[in-house]
């Protein structure tokens, strides 16, 4: 693995014999969960390009996470709205009771809190993310009324959780764990990368990701390259935000790798 310390890029040396050999993929997501997919993708013969266009940066003092864990002696349930909010959360030292129900949005989340040892995780059954969440049994208001929740999740985003589970009647305590931020400078590499035709594929599973993207390319590479490429995003909002930004063949897939994944291998069918 090749990781460019400015740029937090990785070149992974593929599988040549695999089922998506000739294919190389832009990932977008940030370095540790995108370092993951690239992997997967090697594995299968794809190149995978990671040059992450969000950037996390803790957030959570120490003092703060005392509290958190005097608030979770009494929590009903936590949520975790994406593999981030589960690496910085944990690895700051909070330590979940066995008690507290665990919820998360996604695979990749749940994947995510399985690496870090917690297994009883609670996601949607179909729509993967806020909306499927809030349609779960365990939190319906007959469940959740007067008990404690919190929420981890990075400094921006969506207030759907919050403000539905308060509607519900639940006490929500939210912890913005992370900061993300998108990188200040052009990618020298990436844009190389453009210009030479060295990508087939950009995965995007963050509508952040898409914008932040966008932003770091120029406008002549942004028309006479890049909203060409093919795009597979792994929501309908991230679909709707990268065609919003000027990509003009956006596939929605399902979520996190295995989404991906998938609609790569039935390309080559």
């Known amino acids: 693995m090749n990781i460019d310390p400015k740029l937090d890029s990785v070149l992974i040396t593929p599988n040549t014999a695999g089922p998506l050999a000739g294919i190389s993929v832009l990932i977008t997501r940030p370095v540790i969960p995108a370092s993951r997919t690239a992997k997967r993708l090697a594995v299968l013969g794809a190149t995978p390009l990671v040059y992450p266009t969000i950037l996390i940066e803790p957030s959570i003092e120490k003092e703060q996470m005392e509290t958190v864990q005097t608030s979770l002696l009494n929590a009903y349930a936590v949520i975790f709205v994406s593999p981030s909010a589960v690496s910085v959360t944990l690895a700051g030292g909070v330590k ?41 049994p365990d939190l319906q208001t007959a469940h959740v009324n007067g008990r404690h929740i919190l929420i981890f999740r990075g400094d921006s985003g969506r207030e759907l959780l919050h403000d539905e589970l308060e509607h519900r009647g639940a006490h929500v305590e939210v912890y913005a764990t992370y900061h993300r931020y ?25 509508s952040s990701a898409v914008v932040n993207l966008v932003s770091l390319v120029s406008a002549q590479v ?46 080559r069918k």
């Open 96 to 136: 979940l009771p066995h008690s507290v129900k665990v919820f998360a949005p996604g695979l990749g989340t749940a994947e995510e809190l399985n690496l870090h040892g917690i297994s009883n995780i609670v996601t949607p059954l179909k729509s993967f993310d806020s909306e499927g969440l809030l349609e779960l």
């Open 222 to 267: 942004r028309n006479q390259i890049l909203f060409s490429l093919p795009v597979y995003a792994s929501h309908k909002r991230i679909k709707a935000a990268a065609e919003a930004q000027g990509f003009l063949n956006v596939i929605e897939t399902e979520p996190g790798d295995k989404g991906l994944i998938t609609s790569l291998l039935n390309l």
């Open 182 to 206: 998108a990188p200040k400078t052009p990618p020298a590499g990436l844009l190389e990368l453009l210009t030479t035709n060295k990508i087939n594929v950009i995965s995007i599973m963050s």
